[in-house]
């Protein structure tokens, strides 16, 4: 599903971002990405929908290769799916309207269509009620799940989620895990930027360990947790498991 | 001091002052705020854009346009248009140009420079996250300018681009330089042909005043209302 070979990316030639980043995510599969702060991993899943443009290497998408001109981004982009760390709803639009918008002016349903398909994913998120509210009108756990259901409302193949809980009241992060389990479990092929382990163990089936722009280690959910190779992993996951 | 005041030479000028003068007023003012928000808007995207040729005219035009006093673009303008149609079109004379239609022009293109930095400053106002997040829905640039970032940067900057229009308002009196009769041109007119400088430059004042100040005053209202909940 997201083929990634050899991505370099750099701001200048003595500041590389991503180091010869290769990895892939097949259909159905959850990967979950970790790694200190600078370590790259945001920067690695926003070059997955061309979010930020890299140097060398080249990524597919569905067969669909990012980083060539010729490539119809809004059209990949609308396939798909990005929660981002800070929700990044439209706060000048209705919740109903933010899950609408893309639905009519990309894909180009019907407004009552829309409307129907946004009401559905609200009643999934659990955030029915909401739907004539503005975005500032809730939670941040709320705004999350309604961004998740924004990304699903354009029936994405694949969804992309940079550190979707890391701005969030720590009573409210459960409440976003829940959907993205959820969302897991339906067998939804996802790649994920976060630190919660707990979500890893749950649900992922691979994990990648990034540092200083170098994926250090890509293994299996139980092989990352039960024996690290690299000593870098392991002193990452003992700093954030010992507590 | 007031005795010798006439206020009755007001009451008999009101149909000439309204329907000739403020009519003229308002109507100008209403059309170069448009135009110049047409305008404007290019600007700033323009100079927003990636294309560093693009902003650079702009860039160029905007600082060009603000280096000069008003009352010299409009007599300038009023002037050197015939002249410069002529040579475009090759006529034999000068081309006629309507002060209307001059000073429109020349308030739509100096309007325009202060508007679209008005306008840079509301769309930089919005967070890279929101066109982020728009892309990524797989919206294009020109959807994502429309429906996410120009509604929310419209709304930040309606406060200031209404003060700047109430300022245009006022500044369409320096069409007088033109002989034109605007509000202020019909009541200089009686003023002169009755004598009456006193009363109906005070009263000119007034009514500047009261149209300005109101105007101010529903800004606030309008501020209050369409204001994003944050």
């Known amino acids: ?243 | 001091m007031f005795a010798n005041l006439d206020f009755d030479v007001i009451r008999r000028a009101l149909p000439y002052l309204f329907y000739e003068g403020m009519t003229f007023t308002l109507t100008l003012t209403g059309l170069a705020a448009l135009g110049g928000l047409i305008f404007g808007t290019a600007l700033a995207l323009m100079r927003l854009s990636g294309f560093k040729i693009l902003g650079r005219i702009a860039g160029i035009y905007v600082d060009f346009m603000r280096s000069l006093p008003l009352v010299l673009v409009i007599f300038w303008f009023y002037f050197l248009v015939p002249y410069i149609g002529q040579w475009v079109t090759g006529a034999s004379r000068p081309i006629s140009v309507g002060a209307f239609a001059s000073s429109l022009i020349t308030f739509i293109m100096f309007e325009a420079a202060y508007f679209s930095e008005i306008m840079r400053a509301g769309i930089q106002s919005i967070s890279r996250g929101q066109p982020a997040a728009a892309s990524a829905l797989g919206l294009t640039y020109a959807q994502s300018m429309r429906y996410v970032v120009l509604p929310q940067a419209f709304r930040n900057m309606l406060p200031v681009l209404i003060t700047q229009t109430i300022v245009l308002f006022q500044d369409t009196s320096l069409v007088y330089v033109l002989s034109i009769t605007d509000f202020l041109g019909a009541a200089s007119k009686v003023a002169q042909r009755d004598g009456r400088l006193v009363e109906m430059y005070l009263f000119a004042a007034i009514v500047y005043f009261t149209i300005s100040c109101v105007a101010s005053y529903g800004v606030r209202r309008l501020q209050a209302r369409i204001a994003i909940i944050r």
């Not at chain 1, 981004?73 to 919740?95: A, D, N, T, W, Y």
């Not at chain 1, 941040?140 to 699903?152: F, M, N, S, T």
């Not at chain 1, 992922?204 to 992993?233: H, Q, T, Y």
């Open chain 1, 1 to 243: 599903m997201i083929e990634i070979s050899h991505v370099n990316k750099w701001y200048t030639p003595s500041f590389q971002v991503l180091t010869d980043c290769t990895t892939s995510v097949t259909k159905g599969e959850v990967v979950v990405v970790c790694g200190p702060s600078g370590s790259g991993k945001s920067t690695l899943i926003k070059c997955v929908n061309a979010l930020e443009p890299f140097q060398s290497g080249d990524i597919l998408v569905d067969g669909t290769k990012v980083n060539d001109p010729k490539t119809n981004l809004p059209k990949l982009r609308s396939r798909v799916g990005m929660v981002f760390q800070h929700f990044e709803l439209f706060p000048h639009l209705k919740i109903i309207d933010n899950l609408c918008l893309a639905q009519e002016k990309v894909l180009g349903r019907p407004r009552d269509k829309a409307q129907t398909k946004g009401m559905q994913l609200l009643e999934r998120v659990g955030l029915k009620e909401q739907a004539q509210k503005f975005p500032a009108q809730l939670s941040g756990g709320q705004q999350q799940r309604v961004a998740i259901a924004r990304a699903l409302a354009m029936d994405p193949i694949v969804m992309l989620f940079d550190e979707p809980t890391s701005a969030l009241d720590p009573e409210m992060v459960s409440e976003v895990l829940d959907v993205m389990v959820d969302l897991a479990r339906e067998g939804m092929t996802m790649m994920v930027v976060t630190h919660e382990m707990g979500f890893a163990r749950k649900v992922a089936n691979r994990v990648i360990f990034m540092d200083r722009g170098e994926i250090v280690e890509d293994a299996s959910k139980d092989d990352f947790f039960g024996k690290p190779r690299s000593d870098r992993a392991q002193k990452f996951l003992s700093k954030i498991l010992s507590h």
